[in-house]
């Protein structure tokens, strides 16, 4: 098992490109989430998904979208990048069967100019 | 609303020291809660977790951490540092909306002296 991986690794943009980061995870878990990690304020929750087709707004959700239509795969994408999007970013995911942790992918780190 | 706070965004601790990382949470219900630990340039790992069986839980590389309600308290504790143990260490608590959502807390540097 690969576990969750997160493509790409790095990332510079300038303002107002856009891009797409790809979570994958083959574990068959229902639950995916994306964050992103600021020094000093922790994880915080952009996005997640309950299932196959279902997408919901976490704390920080402006600026991003996503969609999950594949249950492995969760995608977060910045339709016009801005430096304050400048950040690393996590995927994570759960299965259902108990109160499982939440699994994390290795991290993007994005660099907005 | 629940919270996290973690007291401390950087602590140090000389190699064989007691570790002792402080985290209080808010929550109406329950909670169950969990330490994550991120090594450099990482994703974040799993040390242990809370789900309302034993109090004092015991986890990866010799840390455990004692829920106790009356504090509303998670502290994590490890006898006797060891190198290695130097990177972030992050608590949480899940949201029981059943969506599995977790609240993170800032984070603890932990720096381990030689």
């Known amino acids: 098992n690969a576990g969750v991986t997160q493509t790409p690794k790095f990332r510079v943009l300038k303002t107002g490109q856009s891009m797409t980061l790809l979570c994958a995870q083959d574990?068959?878990?229902?639950?995916m989430y994306w964050y992103r990690q600021d020094p000093g304020m922790g994880l915080r929750l952009i996005h997640y998904?309950?299932?196959?087709?279902?997408?919901a707004k976490g704390e920080v959700p402006d600026g991003y979208n996503v969609s999950r239509l594949k249950k492995q795969n969760f995608l977060l994408g910045l339709e016009s990048a801005a430096p304050s999007q400048t950040s690393v970013y996590f995927c994570a995911s759960i299965g259902t069967s108990g109160y499982n942790e939440q699994f994390f992918g290795p991290g993007t780190r994005l660099t907005v100019l | 609303a629940q919270s996290v706070t973690q007291l401390g965004s950087h602590v140090s601790v000389s190699e064989g020291a007691l570790v002792l990382l402080r985290c209080n949470y808010s929550?109406?219900?329950?909670?169950?809660l969990f330490w994550y630990v991120q090594y450099p340039n990482q994703g974040l790992q799993l040390l242990l977790k809370?789900?309302?069986?034993?109090?004092l839980v015991k986890g990866i590389n010799g840390f455990e951490a004692e829920f106790k309600k009356s504090e509303t308290s998670f502290h994590l504790t490890k006898p006797s540092a060891h190198m290695s143990d130097a990177a972030e260490y992050f608590c949480a608590v899940s949201d029981p909306s059943g969506t599995y959502k977790y609240i993170f807390g800032t984070g603890t540097r932990l720096k381990v002296l030689a």
């Open positions: 929550s109406s219900v329950p909670p169950y």
């Open positions: 809370y789900t309302s069986a034993a109090t």
């Open positions: 574990m068959n878990h229902e639950y």
């Open positions: 998904s309950v299932g196959e087709g279902t997408t």
